[in-house]
């Protein structure tokens, strides 16, 4: 029998997705060491992860996988170590021309009204911060600004002057820089602009708004699709869109239009949230599928996007919506929290995803090629 090369392997593990990321390794990066000694083969992964978890049993599946195709392998050693993601950056020259010390803009979006979509902005928003990522928010919803109310934020944007005209300085809160109409109008006034007002105000967020560096910028979209989205995808090039959903198929039908509207503008999709999963009573402990069950899931599915979560019902969100405290940061142990944490990894581990597969360029560190 003919000894197996590394090339071989190589093929072999080109196959094998990830379990978490979903992505094989060397698109990923992700092989650290790599030798093949007769009949003794030996694999280093270093994967990224926020949280520092590595399911061992996802990995010996791998293991499993590669003695199916090689059975002539006595031993198979495969050291999988978790490290902490360094953020990636999405390269690109209109981007980098309005906002250039911001690596990744990612919306936050939906395709109606009450999904609780600005929600989960928010708390995504704060859990990137809490996890050391350099993060901004802009409200995007100019007609019904929400983010001042939910994040507790009264004062008003600093403004002055520079040798480029007018600039202003965002609002700090829970360690993320924002910005809002909200901050500027009067919060009893209605705001009542036509298209092109709304869509200026936008443009402005970007150019007029002294960001510094940031990791990520995220916009808290409006519902729908219509000027603002257009105008947000024609002016910056996005990292990608989140697409917030709840079970039920009325919502579902508008959120499969925000995704494909996307798609037709050439804005990735990292994936879909369902918010109002479901509840658990608390007295009795059992769950109700009040909207519907796994309406994002299937979804997801049929369109062929990531599914990056759940996040069940609980008054404790609405509560801190409403006093400006974020559920992620008021109670960071709770159930509901922990999957707002899962969510913001897995659109993190996307937005990896996403750079690696734009800039063309994979790097695999082997030892010497037969």
Same mark, same amino acid.
């Not at 309005?98 to 708390?123: D, H, M, Q, R, Y």
């Not at 309406?295 to 049929?302: M, R, T, V």
């Not at 599914?307 to 019902?313: A, N, Q, R, V």
């Given at each position: 029998?003919?000894?197996?090369?590394?090339?071989?392997?190589?093929?072999?593990?080109?196959?094998?997705?990830?379990p978490?990321?979903?992505?094989?390794?060397?698109?990923?990066?992700?092989?650290?060491?790599?030798?093949?000694?007769?009949?003794?083969?030996?694999?280093e992964?270093?994967?990224?992860?926020?949280? @520092?978890?590595?399911?061992?049993? %996802?990995?010996?599946?791998?293991?499993?996988?590669?003695?199916?195709?090689?059975?002539?392998?006595?031993?198979?050693?495969?050291?999988?170590?978790?490290?902490?993601?360094i953020?990636s950056?999405?390269?690109?020259?209109k981007?980098?021309?309005?906002?250039?010390?911001?690596?990744?803009? &990612?919306?936050?979006? %939906?395709?109606?009204?009450?999904? #609780?979509?600005?929600?989960?902005?928010?708390?995504?928003?704060?859990?990137?911060?809490?996890?050391?990522?350099?993060?901004? !928010?802009?409200?995007?919803?100019?007609?019904?600004?929400?983010?001042?109310?939910?994040?507790?934020?009264?004062?008003?944007?600093?403004?002055?002057?520079?040798?480029? #005209?007018?600039?202003?300085?965002?609002?700090?809160?829970? @360690?993320?820089? !924002?910005?809002?109409?909200?901050?500027?109008?009067?919060d009893?006034?209605?705001v009542?602009?036509?298209?092109?007002?709304? %869509?200026?105000?936008?443009?402005?967020?970007?150019?007029?708004?002294?960001?510094?560096?940031?990791?990520?910028?995220?916009?808290?979209?409006?519902?729908?699709t #219509?000027?603002?989205?257009?105008?947000?995808?024609?002016?910056?090039?996005?990292?990608g869109?989140?697409?917030? $959903? $709840?079970?039920?198929?009325?919502?579902? &039908?508008?959120?499969?239009?925000?995704?494909?509207?996307?798609?037709?503008?050439?804005?990735p999709?990292?994936?879909?949230?369902?918010?109002?999963?479901?509840f658990?009573?608390?007295?009795?402990?059992?769950?109700?599928d009040?909207?519907?069950?796994?309406?994002?899931?299937?979804?997801?599915?049929?369109?062929?996007?990531?599914?990056?979560?759940?996040?069940?019902?609980?008054a404790?969100?609405?509560? @801190? #919506?409403?006093?400006?405290?974020?559920?992620?940061?008021?109670?960071?142990?709770?159930k509901?929290?922990?999957?707002?944490?899962?969510?913001?990894?897995?659109?993190?581990e996307?937005?990896?995803?996403?750079?690696?597969?734009?800039?063309?360029?994979?790097?695999?560190?082997? @030892?010497?090629?037969?």
């Open positions: 029998m003919a000894d197996i090369t590394k090339s071989e392997i190589l093929n072999t593990l080109k196959k094998l997705n990830d978490n990321l979903k992505t094989d390794h060397l698109t990923l990066n992700s092989i650290k060491d790599f030798s093949l000694e007769k009949d003794s083969l030996k694999i992964i270093s994967i990224p992860s926020a949280e @520092g978890r590595i399911e061992k049993k %996802s990995y010996e599946k791998m293991v499993d996988a590669i003695k199916r195709e090689h059975s002539s392998l006595k031993e198979i050693h495969l050291n999988v170590q978790s490290i902490k993601p953020v950056t999405h390269q690109d020259p981007k980098d021309k309005l906002l250039p010390e911001v690596k990744n803009t &990612i919306a936050v979006a %939906s395709g109606k009204g009450g999904v #609780g979509k600005s929600t989960v902005a928010v708390n995504v928003a704060v859990a990137l911060a809490k996890d050391g990522a350099k993060v901004g !928010l802009i409200d995007a919803d100019i007609y019904g600004p929400s983010i001042p109310l939910m994040l507790g934020v009264q004062q008003k944007p600093k403004v002055f002057k520079t040798e480029s #005209g007018m600039k202003m300085e965002p609002v700090l809160s829970y @360690g993320i820089k !924002l910005i809002s109409i909200g901050f500027l109008v009067d009893k006034a209605p009542i602009w036509r298209g092109p007002m709304a %869509s200026g105000a936008i443009k402005q967020f970007m150019a007029d708004v002294v960001w510094g560096e940031l990791d990520y910028l995220v916009f808290d979209m409006p519902p729908g #219509g000027d603002i989205q257009l105008t947000l995808v024609q002016t910056v090039p996005l990292t869109a989140v697409i917030v $959903t $709840t079970p039920q198929e009325v919502a579902l &039908i508008d959120a499969r239009k925000a995704l494909k509207m996307f798609n037709r503008v050439n804005v999709v990292l994936g879909i949230v369902e918010n109002m999963s479901y658990i009573a608390p007295d009795t402990g059992n769950r109700y009040i909207f519907g069950a796994g309406g994002g899931e299937k979804l997801s599915e049929e369109l062929q996007t990531t599914f990056l979560g759940s996040i069940p019902i609980d404790r969100i609405r509560e @801190g #919506g409403d006093k400006g405290v974020p559920i992620i940061h008021d109670d960071p142990d709770t509901h929290a922990a999957a707002i944490m899962d969510i913001t990894h897995n659109i993190v996307q937005v990896n995803i996403r750079n690696s597969k734009s800039t063309g360029k994979v790097e695999i560190l082997l @030892g010497n090629n037969d």
